[in-house]
T-cell receptor, first 117, second 114 residues
Framework: DARVTQTPRHKVTEMGQEVTMRCQPILGHNTVFWYRQTMMQGLELLAYFRNRAPLDDSGMPKDRFSAEMPDATLATLKIQPSEPRDSAVYFC???????????????FGPGTRLTVL | GENVEQHPSTLSVQEGDSAVIKCTYSDSASNYFPWYKQELGKRPQLIIDIRSNVGEKKDQRIAVTLNKTAKHFSLHITETQPEDSAVYFCAASNARTGGFKTIFGAGTRLFVKA
């Protein structure tokens, strides 16, 4: 069955390095979300795309984070420069927004566990 | 801004008992309410959802209820089993306009004791 995929699954890097996380949404899904999960903050929405256009990235620290969808099969989240406080699990989710049905179900990828030393 | 509050943060029940998790939302335009289960080290997975034109929905041992007037919705798990132990997240979104984001609750860690 179709699933959202994310790479890498684990990343350990040093402070100041650039980190790029990738997500392949389920084919045909037109909404893509990036979340960050920590024990203290729970699931935080970082950015949200619909039909590849960014709709909301207010949850993202603009000075160091950037999110893009170069095509319908790839979403990227980049951190430059990374800091220890960025250590978290980053989830991508995609969904087939069904406006007529009034549903916005999201299917999560396995996550990227990022550790910044 | 929009907010979803979830209670309790931790819930411990005996196997076979029922578990209830409650959420309230602030945006009256919200009309879609999914629930996700996240096992340790795994991704959140949708377990049930409800739309605003429905008051209650059931799927085997889990059920959700929605009170739009009070802006409350709840997850009910009956006959709990050890494998129900996980973190449960409620969420609210306005899915009709397509322009609003999903807001998640902070999560409830459920322990089912055998």
């Amino acid at each position: 069955d179709a699933r959202v995929t994310q790479t890498p699954r684990h990343k350990v890097t040093e402070m100041g390095q650039e980190v790029t996380m990738r997500c392949q949404p389920i084919l045909g899904h037109n909404t893509v979300f990036w979340y960050r999960q920590t024990m203290m903050q729970g699931l935080e929405l970082l950015a949200y795309f619909r039909n590849r256009a960014p709709l909301d990235d207010s949850g993202m620290p603009k000075d160091r984070f950037s999110a893009e969808m170069p095509d319908a099969t790839l979403a990227t989240l980049k951190i430059q420069p990374s800091e220890p406080r960025d250590s978290a699990v980053y989830f991508c989710a995609s969904g087939p927004l069904r406006l007529l049905l009034g549903t916005d179900t999201q299917y999560f990828g396995p996550g990227t566990r990022l550790t910044v030393l | 801004g929009e907010n979803v509050e979830q209670h309790p943060s931790t819930l411990s029940v005996q196997e076979g008992d029922s578990a209830v998790i409650k959420c309230t939302y602030s945006d009256s335009a919200s009309n879609y309410f999914p629930w996700y289960k996240q096992e340790l080290g795994k991704r959140p997975q949708l377990i049930i959802d409800i739309r605003s034109n429905v008051g209650e929905k059931k799927d085997q041992r889990i059920a959700v209820t929605l009170n739009k007037t009070a802006k409350h919705f709840s997850l009910h798990i009956t006959e709990t089993q050890p494998e129900d132990s996980a973190v449960y997240f409620c969420a609210a979104s306005n899915a009709r306009t397509g322009g609003f984001k999903t807001i998640f609750g902070a999560g409830t860690r459920l322990f089912v004791k055998a």
